[in-house]
């Protein structure tokens, strides 16, 4: 009995630590890519994988910017063209385009952008809101702004990107 | 340390998940085993099933005790209280309704509570007043049956305590105890109502106050001064005490003799075994014979547990077979018996009505060997477990989790080594000293069971196995890669052009054992509608008593097998119709008379296998269901969409299945909310299924359930639709052939249709359906295919037929909201996607 309650306080900071870990790691850190010539920003603790483009199932009755639904080694998985989503003109794909498979709300989604940049290291205090007004429509998507030396690169809300 | 401890927590946690799977698996069948028997019997209850009730809720009490379930067990021993007077005494007058209103208001507690425990929540439910009903119930039948009243002392003596009616004074000395319990326990009534409880038979003439702990306003009453009470018992003083500090929050106990026991005169004795002289005083030793009941399982457990109750207040205990730890003892102690010789302070009858009391008993002989013997313990057993009963109790636990060495309290060979957590074990619940230890010990009960339970299983012989469903889940998942594995391999690309005669010849045979496997995997997953349709009767039984109306429940083809996910699926509808049925359909008895019916309803459900589906048919001899009303109430509802005469009655009856629709004016407890038959079609969308209402006013209604015998791999033909292929599930397809321009008609509104044989279809262009393009558009090109559902058809034209081939059939993510024609998705040879085709789509426009 008495090693169960000395059990409980040596589990929990290795859960923390573990926890923590992993939020470490992936804390700050937003994976960008291209469209058109803006960069945009995704946290990458959400990034699950990045493949280049592959068969496209297309489903009916779903809107323009879904472009169907994949399969992800046995995981079907819905495909939505960023391009699209933010009313920009559709564009051939080419060897750099790229699925972003983003793990959302439990489900698997994947993201068709231009290309894929880099790994952005974007502090906290680098992070600012957007420009209060929405004049573009797809400003609407954009959650913060985020400042990296001279480059700014538009951290998305993913929450409104993949509302349906 | 560390580590070591890590390991045994994990596997603490382990067996104690899968024992406590196992419990409520078992629960549920008896629980369900239950049910029907008291339905069945609730005309008259038949001597065997009184002996099925009574051997069930002995079970479920043993089983809830040995997980320490206490709520549980103590609902379980009150029927089994009832059942046993009116097994022994079978009583004549008794009031069967009443009786089973009281037996199932206990059982639904029970099942509230194992519920409960499946969820993963504390059992904390507090079954005391329905107890208590039961066993004033009992004690009214005891008043009107043959036995003689036992309360003697008069005024407030609690029913249902102190039954036994052997009352004749002379041994019994009478005691008068007060209790405080802990500041803050909550609940001291009840407390005070189980104390007694615990203390059973072994108490009587109990005079209490406050006088009434089931109302609640006594709780303040014990709180301030204390639950004093007077009883006479045949326990001495130090038994009783010690008895009634294993008290749960129990803080303060004050226990004074008022009267000592007189010398006996007439003692009573156990009836079947040898009497000998009882030893008054000194030590003795004694020799004890115990079988245990024929399905009791864990034999070598339940003969440890019996060692350790024994160790509370006995010394140098021998057993045969020696070796109870090892599970090889099962089987000898099944067909020889277990047989212990110890030595005690306490009397023969004293002994023997503890040693009764053991779970699973079924035969016990109590012998005395010698009269005299050293009151030492010899070093030769392990007394560990003896001298302090209340820290032991602990220690008892500890030792899993703790690998230091600990005496074994049975003589097992090498006590060296680790304790076997099957070695641990713990006696009746009401030892539990507080919840702490109560749930440490709950970790080592369930660990020592867990662990000696499978071998136990291993050692009987068992035709059946039960398996959980993740794993056939799992496995059903991989029959799904190993079917599409099959295929990309056999239809591989690089094989195209190839001549490979033998390949082909292996590959089929390939694919015929895989095909078989698949069959096979199913067919683990079929289950009898029998469980789901015998639990209907409950419904109709508890509704019939509110409504005043007569029902019979007409069961046929109960033995048709469904998909396990299916039949999960099913019970709610099921239970939605008949509620529907009986409230709404069958009318009052005089009301019936005065139509010329019988006065007894007739609600039938019905079950048969129609080619790839299961048919579920409910029903009733009732009214009928009121096209009107329903037509009205869905203009109400703004539902109508085109005018009332149009619609056929089929249609009109399915606005019955829309949410919140009612034709009920009066909510009820059974319906007129208008969620009931909603739950009707959304369950039966879910495993693909439809629902198709047939009623003739006035002589009864008819809903057909259909639905699919399974869902994870069909038959499927593939199409081609431009770039796309699509999947049909073949047993929708009737029919497919090529159509000529000149049998193709348009309506004004551009509908078209194809005449076949003289029949007219509507058809539908699946390109435009679904918006494909580079499809072939020219009809003459394309191939048509007919399609059923239910009793529609329709016309559908794709580009070609590609071939048919089992699927594995995938949902759709949920990122898609519901897609008209679609329902799910596949996975074809090469990997590529294709949608399968949901006819019921083409149908709702």
Known sequence: MSDKLQETPTAAPIALAYQTNIEDTTKDKFLTFIIDDEEYGVEIAKIREIISICKITKVPESPDYVEGIINLRGDIVPVINVRRRFS?????????????????????I?????????????????????????????????????????DVKLLLDLDRLLAN | MQKSLEKVMTLADFDRESMLEMFSYEMAQLVEQLEQTIIQAEAGYAIEQ???????????????????????????????????????????????????????????????????????LPNNGDGTETNLKINAYLKQLKGIGSEPADSGGGSSSTPGFGESGDVSAGNYARYKAVVFFDIGCEMENIRAYTMLHNLGSQITRIIHTPENIIDESSIELIRANGFNFECDSKLSYDELHAQLMETIFLRELSLEVVRPAQPAAAQPTPAASPAPAPVESGVARYEAFIRFEENAEMENVRAYAFIHNLEDY???????????????????????????????????????????NTIYLRELSLSVVDTGV?????????????????????????????????????????????????????????????????????????????????????????????????????????????????????????????????????????????????DNVMSMRMIQLSATFFKMHRIVRDMCKQLNKDVELKIIGEETEVDKNIIEHIADPLMHIIRNSIDHGIELPENRAGKGKPRKGTVTLEAKNSGGDVLIIVSDDGAGL?????????????????????????????????????????????????????????????????????????????????????????????????????????????????????????????????MIRGEVYNLIRLYEFFNVESATTNIEDGIIIMIENGEQTICILVDELIGQQPIVVKTLPKYFKKIRGISTCTLLGNGDISLIIDPVGFFDK
């Open chain 1, 88 to 108: 920009k003109p559709w564009k051939e794909y080419d060897a750099l385009t790229c699925i972003v498979v983003i793990e959302y709300n439990t489900y698997k």
């Open chain 2, 50 to 120: 009184i002996n099925e009730i009574f051997r069930i809720m002995h079970t479920i009490k043993g089983a809830a005790a040995m997980m320490l379930f206490e709520n549980i067990a103590t609902s379980a021993h009150a029927i089994e209280d009832l059942f046993y007077f009116l097994r022994e005494e079978n009583p004549t007058d008794v009031d069967y309704s009443t009786l089973t209103d009281f037996v199932l208001e206990g059982m639904d507690f029970i099942k509230g509570e194992l519920d409960k425990i499946e969820q993963g």
């Open chain 2, 314 to 356: 006995s010394f140098d205990i021998v057993h045969i077979p020696t070796d109870i730890v090892s599970e090889t003892s099962i089987e000898d102690i099944r067909s020889h018996g277990f047989r212990v010789e110890f030595s005690s302070d306490k009397s023969y009858d004293q002994i023997y009505s503890i040693l009764k």
């Open chain 2, 626 to 754: 009121n096209r009107e009303k329903i037509i009205a109430k869905a203009r109400q509802n703004g539902l109508l969409r085109k005018h009332d005469s149009e619609y056929t009655d089929k249609e009109a009856y399915q606005f019955i299945f829309l949410p919140g629709f009612s034709t009920n004016e009066n909510v009820t407890s059974y319906s007129g909310r208008g969620v009931g038959m909603d739950v009707v079609s959304t369950n039966l969308e879910i495993v693909g299924g439809s629902v198709i209402v047939d009623s003739i006013p006035g002589e009864g209604s008819k809903f057909t359930l259909k639905i699919p015998l399974t869902l994870a791999i069909i038959d499927g033909m593939i199409v081609k639709l431009g770039d796309a292929k699509y999947t049909i599930p073949i047993i929708s397809i009737q029919q497919s052939f090529k159509a000529k321009q000149e049998n193709i008609f348009t309506d004004p509104s551009g509908n078209e249709m194809i």
């Open chain 2, 374 to 518: 050293s009151a030492e313990p010899s070093g030769r057993i392990a007394t560990a477990a003896y001298d302090d009963s209340v820290v032991v109790k602990a220690t008892d636990v500890a030792a899993v989790s703790e690998p230091e060495p600990e005496p074994i309290p049975v003589s097992k060979p090498e006590p060296a080594q680790a304790p076997e957590p099957a070695t641990t074990t713990y006696d009746q619940p009401a030892a539990a000293k507080n919840p702490a230890d109560m749930e440490a010990k709950m970790d080592t009960a369930l660990m020592s069971v867990g662990a000696v339970d499978q071998p136990a299983k291993k050692a009987a012989t068992q035709s059946v196995i039960s398996v959980s469903v993740s794993k056939l889940d799992q496995l059903l998942n991989l029959m799904g890669e190993l079917v599409i594995a099959e295929s990309m391999v056999t239809q591989n690309k690089d094989l195209e052009n190839l001549e490979l005669e033998s390949f082909y010849k292996e590959a089929l045979q390939l694919r015929k054992i895989i095909s078989d496997v698949q």
């Open chain 1, 110 to 150: 994947g993201l068709i952008v231009d290309s894929v940049n880099e790994v952005a290291y974007i502090q906290e205090e680098n992070i600012l809101p957007p420009p209060s007004s929405k004049i573009n429509y797809y400003n609407q998507f954009i959650r913060n702004i985020g400042r990296v030396e001279e």
